[in-house]
């Protein structure tokens, strides 16, 4: 379970851009939730996907994860809990090195990085029956530069790669944003499935309403550092894409835009 | 005869120097960082070596692997520096460097006067005899000193490179390759690549001072000012090898790395004989890196378009 309790978050204090973006934000995701957070830009979504991964730091209030304060742990530390995808497709491999190499990579995350080989053979198996699972026929490009593949290559290998060993939370930070519509389709079916297979609890940024009205068990609205929808369970299966779009319509009106 | 002697010269210069140029492979080329302080370890090496193998009578062998160590210390800072207070890597590698003339400084004051010791390429004939029969006796008894110094550098050399190569297939160098490749993705590992980033500087300094101990046994003196350029001359080394060499596909990088550093040094060798007076030796020293640099984008773009023609008739 993951819970931010009484968080306020304010970028630049003290100076004439301060910009107080969240005042007493509250948010709870229970475990085996799938959360859609829809919004409009500057909403907040990014901020607070980054305030419980720990790149930035909250200006007041707590962060739990099971329970457990993790405002002081570090960035890396927190994503041993947590896997995340980020919406540009090279930020979650290393485009230098291989598909094997990237695989090992993922597949030892919380192990000791010693100076064993860094590839284990008894486990090409496994990755090849992994990659296989995507069907993009990545399972034969073993030894290809992560580089060299599409975006959309990339981001079913990151999605993998964030997945591969247990975590407590799956992090997607508008994944199929830089995808075309085609392949961010395949994408979003693909953590669909593997977020029923592996039973995670994930929080999914999105500005695809569609994909939000579709996919997930709870479906969130943000606007100025507020939720101002929060459906779930039987309410979230009736949403329509046009209910969301009316409030969308309705606060870009009052921005006076 | 003169270009003979110069090539010999310039052959035994570029494997010692290879050593540095595959420290600095690891912090320019897999870490993405511009390591200055480089410029300080070498002489470091060089000193400390020296020191240890005059005033304390070490082996020459051990005195090589203990020089390693003081390296790695030295890169140890540089790489706290930039991780834990956040000083941008160009200014840590100059501010390390810039202490490291004064610890050098320090440790010459050690050396007093000459002094006589065995160094790694002394050696004597019958030894060798002693150890290769029939043909290979005759011929290497003949053979003179220069090539002995070039064997014993290969050998030193290629154990290092294997080494190198050996590190960087284990789970560590590649979580030190991801670190230069993409910091986000070790982070999401849930490892602090700031530890590793410490640990590829430190590495690479040790083998910039390694290469420092090797230049005072091959000339058999330690020179203080013998630091400086050596950054330059080592980034050259891993370009030109790189651009060079990396395209071949059977040449890993660390060998192009070495093959650079030869080359760089033959070169270096050559200029020496076009200009005597040593006056322009910079100036076309410069030039030369900057025509390799110019070359070096020249087939990037030839093979660039090239591969493409290519593709399109093999694929899909």
């Not at chain 1, 993009?136 to 290998?157: N, P």
Request: glycine residues 8%.
């Amino acid at each position: 379970m993951l819970e931010l309790k009484n968080v306020s978050k304010i970028y630049n204090p003290g100076t004439v851009t301060e910009l107080c973006l969240f005042d007493n934000f509250n948010f709870t995701v229970k475990g085996g939730e799938f959360v859609s957070v829809v919004g409009s830009n500057g909403s907040g979504k990014t901020s607070m996907l980054n305030i419980i991964c720990g790149s930035i730091p909250v200006s007041d209030g707590r962060v739990l994860i099971d329970g457990k304060n993790v405002n002081t742990l570090p960035e890396f530390k927190r994503y041993r809990m947590i896997g995340r995808v980020y919406q540009n497709p090279s930020a979650g491999t290393c485009p230098n090195m291989t598909i094997l190499e990237n695989m090992s990579l993922a597949d030892n995350k919380g192990k000791r990085f010693g100076l064993s080989f860094g590839v284990n053979n008894a486990r090409k198996e496994f990755y090849r029956s992994q990659l296989s699972s995507l069907g993009l026929g990545l399972e034969d490009k073993l030894d290809v530069k992560l580089g060299a593949l599409s975006g959309g290559q990339r981001q079913a290998v990151s999605l993998l790669m964030a997945t591969m060993t247990p975590i407590d939370f799956l992090i997607l930070d508008e994944h199929t944003a830089a995808l075309d519509p085609k392949t961010a389709e395949i994408i979003m079916e693909l953590t669909d499935k593997v977020i029923k297979e592996k039973n995670l609890t994930a929080i999914m940024v999105t500005h695809n309403l569609r994909y939000a009205v579709e996919y997930g068990t709870r479906l969130v609205m943000m606007d100025k550092g507020n939720i101002i929808l929060d459906k779930q369970g039987e309410e979230k299966q009736n949403v329509k894409v046009d209910d969301i779009l009316d409030i969308f319509n309705k606060i870009s009106i009052e921005c006076g835009n | 005869m003169l270009f003979f002697a110069t090539t010999i010269d310039g052959l035994q210069m570029g494997l010692c120097f290879a050593v540095l140029a595959l420290g600095v492979y690891i912090s320019y080329s897999i870490l993405d960082f511009p390591d200055l302080s480089v410029d300080g370890t070498f002489p470091l090496g060089g000193v400390c070596c020296t020191v240890l193998m005059l005033k304390l009578g070490i082996p020459a062998l051990i005195a090589v692997f203990l020089s390693f160590f003081a390296g790695l210390i030295a890169g140890a800072v540089t790489g706290m520096l930039h991780v834990k207070f956040n000083i941008s890597k160009l200014l840590s590698g100059i501010i390390v460097m810039t202490a490291l003339l004064s610890v050098t400084l320090a440790l010459t004051k050690l050396l007093t006067k000459t002094g006589f010791t065995t160094t790694i390429f002394s050696f004597r004939s019958e030894n060798l005899t002693g150890i290769f029969s029939g043909k290979t006796a005759a011929l290497l008894g003949n053979a003179n000193r220069d090539y002995m110094i070039i064997l014993i550098e290969l050998i030193f050399v290629i154990a290092v490179k294997v080494i190198i190569d050996l590190f960087l297939k284990t789970k560590l160098g590649y979580m030190l390759k991801a670190t230069g490749d993409n910091e986000m993705l070790v982070a999401s590992l849930g490892k602090d690549n700031g530890t590793y980033k410490i640990l590829g500087i430190a590495l690479a300094n040790g083998f910039s001072a390694m290469s420092g101990a090797l230049y005072s046994n091959l000339y058999s003196q330690y020179d203080n000012s013998s630091g400086s350029g050596k950054v330059v001359m080592a980034l050259a080394s891993v370009i030109i090898g790189i651009a060079v060499f990396s395209k071949i596909r059977f040449i890993a990088d660390t060998t192009a790395v070495i093959l650079g550093a030869v080359i760089y040094s033959l070169c270096l060798n050559y200029l020496v004989l076009v200009d005597t007076n040593g006056i322009y030796l910079k100036l076309l020293n410069a030039v030369m890196f900057a025509l390799i640099l110019i070359f070096n984008e020249k087939t990037a773009s030839f093979t660039a378009k090239h591969s493409k023609l290519k593709r399109g008739k093999n694929k899909c």
